[in-house]
């Protein structure tokens, strides 16, 4: 099976390798300075699960000659998102599998529009992984999953495919028959411990300590359940009480990745987390005082980008 991953990032260079050392035949599309650091150093992981260095792994350039590939993995932020579909359009046949691992949901419509609904596989991840200068990366917690699958949630043939090529892959990678609930799931998380902490530009553990920072947290994860049930999101009945209790038990100096890019000067994913949910809530007559709170706060540090 050819596998196509669209960047060698924290996300798709630590999958991607993990595949590679296990004999997978993968491909990542990069750009030129990426390609160049590749050249230089190689593919390099370090990693609690074990360190991998591939030498020369494959890569092509946007619009670079190549055959299709089989399925293309994609874990590019939400603002590369249109440039990727681009990218990717000349290595994607009528049979290709699109496997996005963006977190949200609004990239979904997209690709559905760009490559046909039957096309798209439901993913996501949950890894945290940073790039040294070297383009190395660093992978330092036990989590490092990858769950993907058939939207309808039926266990189809190409999926069980799709499972067969992942296996033996030293990572937990799992086909789910209920991926559109998982998405959503995260979704829920993410917007509620990202939002919070970068409203707060604090870890969890200060937050959770403030008696207005806990009430945050629930009114945020209250607001955010209401908009996803409104448009018929398939979440658990009591999905917003396990997942308070989960915020409750993680590590007190914890930071979302959102809070980290902050800190780093770099664009964030505001549109795709929170105006999103603002514009399902408005459509549907909902009050969302914190989400826009949350929304406001982001877009005027993006405006100090510039």
């Given at each position: 099976m050819r596998i196509l991953i669209v960047g060698v990032g924290g996300i798709g260079g630590y999958f991607g390798a993990r595949l590679l050392e296990k004999g997978a035949d993968v491909t990542f599309l990069v750009r030129e300075k990426r390609k160049q650091q590749l050249q230089k150093h190689g593919l390099v992981v370090r990693s609690i699960h074990g360190d991998l260095h591939v030498h020369q792994p494959k890569t092509i350039l946007s619009g670079e000659q190549a055959e299709t590939f089989d399925v293309i993995l994609l874990s590019t932020k939400a603002y590369h998102l249109q440039g990727a579909i681009e990218s990717i359009q000349p290595y994607a046949e009528e049979n290709t599998l699109i496997l996005p691992l963006l977190n949200g949901i609004a990239h979904m419509d997209a690709l559905k529009a760009a490559f046909g609904e039957h096309n798209i596989l439901g993913g996501l991840c949950?890894?945290?992984?940073?790039?040294?200068?070297?383009?190395?990366?660093?992978?330092?917690?036990?989590?490092?999953?990858?769950?993907?699958?058939?939207?309808?949630?039926?266990?189809?043939?190409?999926?069980?495919?799709?499972?067969?090529?992942?296996q033996g892959t030293?990572?937990?990678?799992?086909?789910?028959?209920?991926?559109?609930?998982?998405?959503?799931?995260?979704?829920?998380?993410?917007?509620?411990?990202?939002?919070?902490?970068?409203?707060?530009?604090?870890?969890?553990?200060?937050?959770?300590?403030?008696?207005?920072?806990?009430?945050?947290?629930?009114?945020?994860?209250?607001?955010?359940?209401?908009?996803?049930?409104?448009?018929?999101?398939?979440?658990?009945?009591?999905?917003e009480e396990v997942q308070a209790d989960k915020i409750m038990q993680m590590g007190y100096n914890m930071k979302s990745s959102l809070q980290r890019d902050m800190e780093k000067g770099l664009k964030t994913e505001a549109?795709?987390?929170?105006?999103?949910?603002?514009?399902?809530g408005r459509a549907n007559n909902i009050h969302t005082p914190v989400i826009a709170a949350i929304y406001t706060n982001l877009k005027i540090y993006e405006t100090s980008l510039h």
């Open positions: 949950f890894i945290e992984t940073t790039l040294d200068e070297d383009g190395t990366i660093i992978q330092t917690s036990p989590i490092h999953d990858l769950v993907f699958g058939e939207l309808s949630g039926e266990k189809t043939d190409r999926v069980r495919m799709l499972e067969d090529a992942f030293k990572a937990r990678i799992t086909l789910s028959d209920q991926i559109q609930q998982d998405m959503w799931h995260k979704y829920l998380f993410i917007s509620t411990l990202s939002g919070v902490t970068s409203l707060f530009q604090a870890p969890i553990g200060p937050i959770r300590d403030q008696e207005y920072g806990l009430e945050t947290v629930r009114s945020l994860l209250a607001e955010c359940g209401r908009v996803m049930r409104s448009v018929n999101a398939p979440l658990a009945g009591n999905i549109d795709h987390f929170f105006k999103y949910l603002l514009d399902l």
